[in-house]
């Protein structure tokens, strides 16, 4: 007869304990994403070896990978909490649209850059303020919520805008875009810089832990003593918030404002964290694992690029990368609930 009490569970010294381990996971993935990266710079150097077998022209590259990697990866971090909470944005595009024409439209009126940095951040986080609002307080589901908000965003900023590109000369705003640090663009910098802070509140603050706890149960953190509805509207306002930082980058990569900015950067930012490892149920996820996502979506387009394919390949290639990931999360969400 067995004796019970001998068992124990496995440990992390076993050999397949990390293999199955929810631990593990994040540390897991990432380094698949890793492992995928090199795959696409191996396809590059046979594609054109012109470029990925030459260390100049290959540095170049990669840095105008990541400066195009940029504002989708602030909106992604964003992004990464709202999903993590249990919930989903897809007013993500349309926010930075409207934050852009917005503050393009102060300079219009010679406000300094200050004040059109300053326009775009307030209208971000109020933006996000009224999706959170009506999804913690309004009791509207997150998809319908932030659906009207995509559309009524992109209808504002284009009654703000008369449907026109808007020029910006102010000098400050768009050096952003061509100023480097250290060899690197500074639209990289606030991309690495947002990163790291998100990942600090994710990881190292209460915040962060709520967030979890919250997309893990929001029944059980509000039992516990959590106030469900003000921390998920904080979380929007977070997501609005950097889409007002976005808006500022992208502003000052293209030189001007304009409603049709951030056009499928939900599908992007979405994407980028599915693939990142972020559940769609909520109660994980990592910011590294989203940025990881971004730099090879990104990545992919890059090969599409230069190997001058069609948008349209690219967006069936990117369709069928989410539902893969997708796949994997199931099988492996599966895999971690059945015994040992």
């Given at each position: 007869?067995?004796?019970?009490?001998?068992?124990?569970?496995?440990?992390?010294?076993?050999?397949?304990?990390?293999?199955?381990?929810?631990?593990?996971?994040?540390?897991?993935?990432?380094?698949?994403?890793?492992?995928?990266?090199?795959?696409?710079?191996?396809?590059?150097?046979?594609?054109?070896?012109?470029?990925?077998?030459?260390?100049?022209?290959?540095?170049?590259?990669?840095?105008?990978?990541?400066?195009?990697?940029?504002?989708?990866?602030?909106?992604?971090?964003?992004?990464?909490?709202?999903?993590?909470?249990?919930?989903?944005?897809?007013?993500?595009?349309?926010?930075?649209?409207?934050?852009?024409?917005?503050?393009?439209?102060?300079?219009?009126q010679s406000y300094g850059p200050g004040v059109m940095?300053?326009?775009?951040?307030?209208?971000?986080?109020?933006?996000?303020?009224?999706?959170?609002?009506?999804?913690?307080?309004?009791?509207?589901?997150?998809?319908?919520?932030?659906?009207?908000?995509?559309?009524?965003?992109?209808?504002?900023?284009?009654?703000?805008?008369?449907?026109?590109?808007?020029?910006?000369?102010?000098?400050?705003?768009?050096?952003?875009?061509?100023?480097?640090?250290?060899?690197?663009?500074?639209?990289?910098?606030?991309?690495?810089?947002?990163?790291?802070?998100?990942?600090?509140l994710l990881n190292r603050t209460t915040f962060g832990?709520?967030?979890?706890?919250?997309?893990?149960?929001?029944?059980?953190?509000?039992?516990?003593?959590?106030?469900?509805?003000?921390?998920?509207?904080?979380?929007?306002?977070?997501?609005?918030?950097?889409?007002?930082?976005?808006?500022?980058?992208?502003?000052?990569?293209?030189?001007?404002?304009?409603?049709?900015?951030?056009?499928?950067?939900?599908?992007?930012?979405?994407?980028?964290?599915?693939?990142?490892?972020?559940?769609?149920?909520?109660?994980?996820?990592?910011?590294?694992?989203?940025?990881?996502?971004?730099?090879?979506?990104?990545?992919?387009?890059?090969?599409?690029?230069?190997?001058?394919?069609?948008?349209?390949?690219?967006?069936?290639?990117?369709?069928?990368?989410?539902?893969?990931?997708?796949?994997?999360?199931?099988?492996?969400?599966?895999?971690?609930?059945?015994?040992?």
């Open positions: 007869m067995i004796d019970v009490m001998t068992r124990r569970s496995p440990s992390p010294a076993d050999g397949t304990s990390w293999l199955r381990s929810d631990r593990g996971e994040p540390v897991r993935r990432n380094l698949g994403l890793v492992g995928v990266l090199a795959l696409l710079y191996l396809i590059g150097a046979v594609v054109r070896p012109d470029i990925f077998l030459d260390g100049g022209r290959l540095w170049s590259n990669e840095l105008t990978v990541l400066t195009q990697a940029a504002s989708i990866g602030v909106v992604t971090v964003g992004m990464t909490f709202v999903m993590i909470s249990g919930g989903i944005d897809l007013s993500v595009g349309a926010l930075l649209a409207l934050a852009s024409v917005w503050c393009t439209t102060v300079a219009t940095i300053l326009t775009a951040l307030v209208v971000g986080t109020a933006s996000g303020l009224v999706n959170g609002l009506l999804i913690a307080y309004g009791r509207l589901v997150p998809f319908i919520a932030t659906l009207a908000m995509m559309v009524a965003a992109r209808g504002l900023s284009q009654k703000i805008s008369g449907k026109l590109t808007q020029i910006v000369k102010v000098d400050a705003i768009n050096k952003i875009a061509v100023d480097r640090i250290l060899g690197v663009p500074e639209l990289v910098w606030i991309m690495l810089l947002v990163a790291a802070l998100g990942w600090i832990r709520r967030t979890v706890a919250i997309g893990g149960n929001a029944e059980a953190a509000r039992l516990a003593g959590l106030n469900v509805r003000r921390h998920t509207v904080l979380i929007y306002m977070l997501s609005g918030l950097c889409c007002g930082i976005a808006a500022i980058m992208v502003t000052s990569l293209s030189n001007a404002g304009s409603s049709d900015h951030g056009n499928l950067y939900e599908l992007s930012a979405i994407a980028a964290a599915i693939i990142g490892g972020t559940l769609l149920s909520g109660g994980r996820g990592t910011i590294v694992g989203s940025i990881l996502g971004v730099v090879v979506f990104t990545q992919i387009s890059n090969l599409f690029v230069i190997k001058n394919l069609q948008l349209e390949y690219q967006l069936i290639a990117q369709g069928a990368i989410i539902v893969a990931a997708v796949l994997i999360q199931q099988f492996r969400i599966g895999a971690l609930r059945r015994p040992a």
